[in-house]
Every structure is written in C-alpha cells, then in structure tokens.
C-alpha cells in the first residue's frame, strides 16, 4: 500500500538527507517543548481537570507520521527520565524514572503507541476526513488507555484502574478527538487551497 504523505511532508517539504534531519530534529524538539506545555496545563473539567497532552499527542502522530511522531514522544520522555520536570505533576510527584515508574508510566508509555499508530493511520489518509479522523484519534487514545490501564491494573488491580484511570476520562478524550477533527482535517483544506 502506497502511504499518503504527511501533512509536516506536504506542508514542510524538503530535499536531502541532512535537512531532512535538521527540520526533523527541530520538529521533534518542538514537539517535545509543546508536549511539556500541554502536561503543565491543567483545564478545569468534570470529573477530573484534564491536561491537553493526549489531544498533542493525536496531533503530533497524524501530522509528522509514525516514526517522527513516536520518536517526539520518546524524546520526551528521555527528557523525563533525565530528571527534567516535564510530565504532568513534576516535580511535586517525583522525578526521573522513580516517576515514570509509578501509576501513570503506562500512560506515558501509551503515548508512544497512540503516536505511531495515529501517525500510521494518518499515512492510510485518515487525517483528512472528519470521520476517519476521529476514528484515527479514537484508536490512538485506545491505545494509550490500553497501556495505561496494564500497567496501573498491575499495581492496583483491574477494578481500581478502571475505575481511576479510564472511567473518568472519557468525556474529555471525546472532547479532544474532537479538537483533534478541528485541526486536522482543515489544515489540509487550507493546504490543498494554498497548494491549488
């Protein structure tokens, strides 16, 4: 199958291997930066205040593809295990992999996974359609949830992380699959209106 390209390929072409890597790394930087910024803010919403890093996360996969997407979200959480206080709750929780290691580490391990996948659905042409972009976003956080929910099952048992860390998010995760469709597929009418 032949992949679409992405919307950092259409909107940002370029040629050669090097800045290919220069515009990459940058994006992947950035990416990291807005990552940070989306875990640090915190939006006051019903049952739980909600933080926009999975909507960034959607975002990032469908618009950079699978393997720059994921690779952002890993350079995140390199920076995390670093020590740097970049995830949601640092550095009043914890640090370093002692953090990554607690409740939430399956979650911040399912963001690498909902990366790829919505960056290898968006390379099928699902990030162009408001319809099979919220497919695309709502298997993304499946999978993040997925992970997540392992994990914490592990540490608390499956009835507790249900009832902790998937059962109160899902109005918000509809609130941003659908923040997600908002962006997505109008940035590339503007694309195919500014590329004529």
Do not use: N
Request: glycine share 12%; hydrophobic share 55%.
């Amino acid at each position: 199958m032949t992949a679409y390209p992405t919307l950092l390929d259409t909107a940002l072409p370029v040629d050669g291997r090097t800045r290919r890597l220069l515009r990459d790394a940058g994006l992947a930087l950035a990416g990291s930066v807005l990552l940070t910024l989306s875990a640090k803010t915190q939006i006051p919403f019903y049952p739980v205040p909600m933080t926009m890093q999975t909507f960034v996360i959607m975002v990032l996969g469908m618009a950079l593809g699978p393997r720059l997407g994921a690779a952002t979200v890993m350079l995140y959480l390199a920076q995390g295990a670093l020590g740097l206080p970049v995830f949601a709750g640092t550095p009043e929780k914890g640090l370093g992999l002692a953090y990554m290691a607690g409740p939430t580490g399956g979650y911040l391990m399912g963001f690498v996974a909902g990366a790829w996948l919505c960056g290898a659905l968006a390379e099928r042409g699902w990030d162009r359609s408001w319809l099979k972009t919220v497919a695309a976003a709502g298997l993304g956080h499946a999978a993040v949830f997925a992970v997540g929910f392992a994990w914490l099952a592990v540490l608390v048992g499956a009835e507790t992380a249900f009832a902790a860390g998937v059962a109160p998010f899902w109005a918000a995760t509809l609130l941003k699959t659908a923040l997600a469709v908002a962006v997505l597929p109008p940035a590339w009418a503007v694309l195919r209106k500014v590329r004529g």
